[in-house]
């Protein structure tokens, strides 16, 4: 079995002609977020080289671990909807919602709603955590976006969501699934303090150590980082991808390429980070890192992976 995933995050599309009108949606946080977006975001970029880099690397599925927004307009929402379909039906694409689309809260109509179809799991009831199957791999998605106050980029999950966890992590591990985890946040300490921190990681990371995943997918800090958490008989890899969409601040745009394949004693992972070349805006891939996952739990890597 084999299968390939790439896994892009913090898009921050441009926000579409008139989405800001009324001015009147720009107020409190919200207007906190169109300055920053003003200072960092502004610049157009075009998405046609990473549009095309994707195509070229022909993965399976693609996951999307959040922040398609910068405001948490209605015309945002709209317009990523549009960007998604342009990357490919929900059977092969699935995203979860970061902290810039909850920047203030919105009806489900409204706002995250619109791209309902790519975060459709197999089971009816609350949207999140939701389970899709794709061959051997199970994508289990969280949502860490709520609104916060203005300063805070944090995220949480809250009980619901972390209650509803192990029943999912439990049936695809009885089928000898490999369980990639997708949350905005990672669930680990990172920049940004607790200004930018999941806040109920510990209560994440207790149900990851009790029921186990295979990886952990997230993105928000806008840079390749990567670590690890306890899980039930070994670390769990978390591993986070560069901003995909870059508008000249925060290094280079980038996304990662994953090549999952069952071996006889667990699971092989090729991680390939592929970094946009500023001089001629071309996405390169630096070297892959091998990732060797063991059934009884537990990783190694062929590379020595950055410390957070």
Known sequence: MSFSLAHLSDLHL????????????????????????????????????LLADLAAAGAEHLAITGDLTNLALPGE???????????????????????????????????????????????????????RRRGAVALIGLSSAAPTPPGSAAGRLGAAQLSALPGLLDAA????????VMVHHPPLPGPGGRRKALSDRAALCAVLARHGAELVLHGHHHRPLRGEVPGPRGPIPVLG??????????????????????????????VELR??????????????????????????????????
């Open 173 to 180: 591990g009885r089928e000898g699934l490999f369980r990639i």
């Open 241 to 270: 991808p560069p901003q995909a969409l870059a508008a000249g601040h925060g290094g280079p745009a980038g996304w990662q390429m994953l090549r999952i394949t069952r071996e006889a004693e667990g699971w092989r992972v090729a």
């Open 77 to 131: 929402f709209a317009a990523a909807r549009d960007w998604l379909a342009a990357l490919g039906p929900p059977e092969r694409v699935t995203v979860v919602p970061g902290n810039h689309d909850a920047t203030v809260p919105l009806p489900w109509a409204s706002g995250i709603g619109h791209w309902a179809p790519w975060m459709a799991g197999e089971a009816t009831g609350a949207p999140f955590p939701f389970l």
């Open 275 to 308: 970094m946009q070349d500023l001089s001629d805006g071309v996405f390169r891939a630096a070297p892959a890192t091998i990732l060797r996952i063991s059934s009884g739990g537990g990783w190694s890597s062929a590379i020595p992976l950055a410390a957070r």
């Open 14 to 49: 441009p926000v579409p002609p008139g989405a800001i009108r009324p001015l009147s949606q720009l107020a409190g946080k919200r207007l906190l977020a169109y300055f920053a977006w003003r200072r960092k975001r502004r610049r157009a970029v075009s998405a046609a080289a």
